[in-house]
């Protein structure tokens, strides 16, 4: 009795790398949205009044720097792409730290301000105001000089968004008062030409009042004249 030999069926390796390849497709897809909505709770947490924490990007970058970091981001969290609910608060945010930061006078209010906190935290601990970041006495500080300069920034940008709106209630207030004054005198001329009106309305009425009263007394007279002679 012969025995038959069974010859093995190749084995299709090619299947393989392509369900690898996919699956690490998907994975990538579900980092990249993961990370997408990541982005997005950063900048809704970021403090709104600094552009440069918006931005998360350093005091120091260039004009390019910053319109290079802000295209990056902002195709990152385009509501088009990210499914965050909250991705077009985000980008409307990210869009207006991109534009007080290419705005010349903004910025360099922005940055005077970042300057103060600066001097100010390099003060409190004991060094020149001209001391830099790479200064080695500001490092292995805890907490960090950036947390530091954060925080001191932080404080100086509400104080002073404080003052701005202080200062935007009084000016409306006094436009307030202005306008009531205005109001006042332009009903009190109002009210003067009408008394005027009725005046001259009046005239007509009055003098034939003043002639009857004058006849009157006239009539009066002469008989008491002509008593006094009988």
């Not at 990541?38 to 931005?55: G, H, Q």
């Not at 940008?157 to 009084?170: P, Q, S, T, V």
């Not at 000016?171 to 307030?176: I, K, Q, V």
Request: proline share 4%; aromatic share 4%.
């Amino acid at each position: 009795m012969s025995s038959s030999s069974s010859t093995p069926k190749p084995v299709d390796n090619a299947s393989a790398p392509l369900v690898d390849e996919e699956i690490e497709k998907l994975l990538s897809r579900e980092a990249s949205a993961f990370q997408r909505e990541v982005e997005v709770d950063r900048i809704l947490k970021a403090f709104r009044l600094n552009p440069y924490d918006v931005l998360d990007i350093n005091e120091s970058a260039t004009a390019e720097g910053i319109k290079k970091k802000y295209r990056q981001i902002s195709l990152f969290i385009h509501p088009d792409k990210c499914p965050h609910a909250k991705a077009p608060e985000a980008f409307d945010l990210l869009k207006k730290a991109e534009s007080e930061l290419s705005d010349k006078a903004k910025r360099d209010e922005l940055d005077a301000i970042i300057n103060q906190a600066r001097s100010m935290v390099l003060k409190s601990l004991g060094l020149s105001t001209s001391t830099p970041e790479s200064d080695p006495q500001l490092k292995n500080l805890n907490p960090s000089f950036r947390v530091r300069l954060r925080v001191e920034s932080k404080e100086l940008l509400i104080e002073e968004e404080l003052r701005r709106r202080k200062a935007i209630k009084m000016n409306l207030a006094n436009e307030g008062l202005e306008a009531r004054k205005k109001d006042e005198e332009v009903a009190s001329k109002k009210r003067k030409a009408e008394d005027d009106k009725v005046w001259e309305e009046t005239r007509e009425q009055r003098v034939g009042s003043w002639r009857t009263f004058a006849n009157q007394n006239s009539k009066k007279k002469k008989k008491a004249k002509v008593a006094v002679l009988g």
